[in-house]
């Protein structure tokens, strides 16, 4: 039999930890907006090594496309050398052609996830991005709201949202770039959209520009793409491992001051 609890006890329980970790979380090393698999990779490779991290979610499940691959089949591809970031998490994969593997979406996805949370990455998912933290000419952390506030009309909400502070924030959103994007409305940064499909190119091109985009700001994944005009890679997922690997190195650089780490600096800067 189980053990007998009230349901005030449950939801006690929830709120006594809840609120605890995100009151410790309100400042934190990194913030990683985006917990699709280049975000899910640096907050785990920086949690890993004592960075104090931090994950916003805007939906309420993490992975992104990770799940589903392309088309509704939750195959994923990967490249070489990409294989061995999958050998390193244990997921399983085959040959497809040489150089070209594909593993269970699902389990890749489940492996991830798993490796980030047992590394101590924290995690507010239904969390939506709204606004940079700037101050200086840096930004030092992120304004967020609850998802399905945004969904409201609103006419019948006014819900203020809150600010969490961070030595750095990392841009995991995908093509959107919501971060990145917050800073172009104000006319900071310039981004140039992403190019039609070419996953040999994009692949390369997404780790080789993965890095500072502006002061206190870093971008990884597909946002790279969205940041600096390469083209789309579509359901091929290596690239967005090993660029969450890269920033995750250069966070962790900046963070313990061995010095600025932007391969090329930003698009643009008004």
Known sequence: MFHEVSEAKI?????????????????????IVGGGPSGLTAARDLARDGIKTLIIEANNYLGGGFWIGGYLM?????????????????????EAEPGLFTADGPNACSKLISAACDAGVKILNMTKFDDVVLRNSRVEGTVINWTPVSALPRQITCVDPVSLESKIVIDATGHDAHVCRSLEKRNILKLKEFGPMDANTSEDLVVE??????PGLLVCGMAVSTAYGIPRMGPTFGGMLVSGKKVAE??????????KVSPRPAVLTN
Do not use: C, H, Q
């Open 209 to 214: 520009k993965t890095g500072e985009i502006y």
């Open 250 to 259: 250069l966070a962790k650089d900046m963070i313990l001051g061995v010095g």
């Open 74 to 94: 939750n195959t994923l591809t990967f490249r070489a050398p990409a294989n061995e970031i999958l050998d390193e998490l244990k997921i399983p994969y085959k």
């Open 11 to 31: 939801t006690r329980a929830i709120l006594r930890e809840f609120a605890g970790w995100f009151e410790e979380y309100i400042t934190s090393d990194v913030i």
